[in-house]
């Protein structure tokens, strides 16, 4: 065979490439609480449906450490199926979300065997209240959260027992495991058709900018101006934190969750003319503040990283769709209110950065280098940050798994190298925030938790009538 496998895009690949060094392991944890317990036969229907449709489900990465070009999606020829849809009872007499939170953790920060496709499903039963739980794990080479989410839409129904038919199963994905041959003709091909694509894409770049420099060359060169500017703001080295108390870095994890209506927010943020983003970054920002406090840090900035997402409709649901922007940011206003506006033109620009660009060439560039110099250079951008805040809109009514309702999603996104990811995802009118926190690190895990969930409080006050 000398078909072309399906190549890892240079972000994935370096995700997937830097985990040499296992505090940059990025694994995407969703936690769903259910009202019950799922049917067996629907759930692993509906989980085959979902590895049938989104084929990178079906398949492993296979790289080579002194090949420079990123790794293949190859077909897993010892695809099982039930190793990847694993069923557990927790030992707790009538455990509740607590105890799915701590395995959650023990699982979220093991790595993946990498002979096989990189995610698995687990299922809790024997919960209290008859209630049980499914933790997803997917690695974030596989897709970003958008993407997972639109993949899990194949899981869920819309009604507790379907009253629809869903239609004949997607094929399985073909292939065979390329020998030594393949994989040259493989890499010939592929490397051929990446040259060409660059070369294009820079022909094309090069006339657009020589036609702008005639056409208006005062504009051209304030525009050029602000694009250095810009790539110096986002390639600057950043290997050390800004936090004085979040200084080390661990394995260890502590999970929570915060939960509050997803309207309140949203009219906190109409207050002020700001977008749920902006109030959402403002609670965060409120938590890590109240926090540093608590225990004598008065920072009056620190560095945050938040993803942006730039995934179109028609994007397919597999790899990573955002762009990553680190950038400091203040934390020296106690009104929710005020801090909401500060924050406002701060996270625009971060949005609006015109060298966000750069990225795909940066992380094309870095993989092909040698693994252990790309590996130093992805944690001095990614070990310096302080904090993440990223948010993924979940499914605004009621959905259903195999026969039981959806009471909860929390997502818990990866670390990547900083002491706080705080992922807020959205369902049914509410709103949960799944806490991510690096016990190395922030020292109280507990007591960060109350100062977000007090922060967050405070948010939602802005738009309450009598604030």
């Not at 899981?155 to 004949?168: K, N």
Request: hydrophobic content about 45%; aromatic content about 6%.
């Amino acid at each position: 065979m000398s078909s072309l496998d399906p190549r890892m895009g240079a972000f994935d690949a370096v995700m997937w490439g830097v985990e040499e060094d296992p505090l940059l392991r990025s694994v995407i944890t969703m936690v769903v609480e259910l009202d019950g317990p799922p049917d067996p036969a629907i759930l692993e229907e509906r989980v085959e449906r979902m590895s049938l449709a989104n084929e990178k489900l079906r398949r492993r990465a296979i790289g080579n450490p002194l090949s420079l070009l990123p790794p293949r999606w190859e077909v897993d020829p010892n695809f099982d199926f039930h190793y990847h849809l694993r069923w557990t009872r927790l030992p707790e007499s009538q455990p509740g979300l607590a105890e799915v939170l701590q395995y959650a953790e023990v699982i979220s920060e093991q790595d993946f065997d990498r002979a096989r496709p990189l995610w698995e499903i687990h299922v809790i039963t024997g919960l209290a209240e008859g209630h049980s739980a499914v933790i997803v794990k997917i690695h974030h080479s596989i897709t970003d959260g958008v993407g997972g989410m639109q993949m899990a839409a194949t899981l869920f129904d819309v009604e507790r027992i379907p009253s629809y038919e869903l239609g004949p199963k997607p094929a399985k994905p073909r292939g065979a495991v390329a020998n030594f041959s393949d994989r040259i003709k493989q890499a010939v091909t592929f490397e051929t058709q990446d040259v060409l694509e660059d070369v294009k894409t820079a022909a094309a770049l090069s006339t657009s900018y020589a036609r702008k420099v005639v056409s208006d060359p005062v504009s051209t060169a304030f525009n050029t101006q602000q694009f250095m500017a810009s790539a110096g703001r986002l390639l600057a080295p950043s290997s050390e934190p800004m936090s004085d108390l979040w200084t080390e870095r661990s394995l260890g994890v502590a999970f929570s969750v915060i939960e509050a209506p997803l309207d309140a927010l949203k009219a906190a943020a109409k207050a002020v003319g700001a977008s749920l983003n902006d109030a959402f970054v403002a609670a965060v920002i409120g938590g890590v503040a109240a926090y540093h406090h608590e225990y004598g840090s008065h920072p009056s900035e620190l560095r945050m990283h938040m993803p942006i997402n730039v995934r179109a409709a028609a994007d397919a649901n597999s790899g990573n769709r955002w762009i990553p922007a680190r950038f400091p940011v203040p934390l020296n206003v106690g009104d929710a209110s005020d801090r909401i506006r500060q924050l406002r033109p701060i996270l625009e620009q971060a949005r609006l950065e015109p060298a966000l660009g750069l990225s795909d060439a940066i992380y094309k560039l870095l993989t092909v280098m040698p693994r252990p110099l790309t590996t130093q250079i992805a944690g001095g951008l990614m070990k310096g940050t302080d904090f993440v805040a990223t948010n993924v809109p979940g499914p605004p009514i009621p959905v259903y798994l195999a026969g039981t309702e959806v009471l909860s999603m929390v997502p818990f996104a990866p670390k990547g190298g900083a002491a706080v990811n705080v992922g807020l995802m959205s369902y049914n009118g509410q709103m949960f925030l799944g806490v991510n926190v690096d016990v190395g690190a922030v020292e109280h895990p507990e007591e960060f938790a109350q100062c977000l969930a007090a922060s967050l409080s405070d948010v939602i006050a802005v738009g309450q009538p009598d604030s």
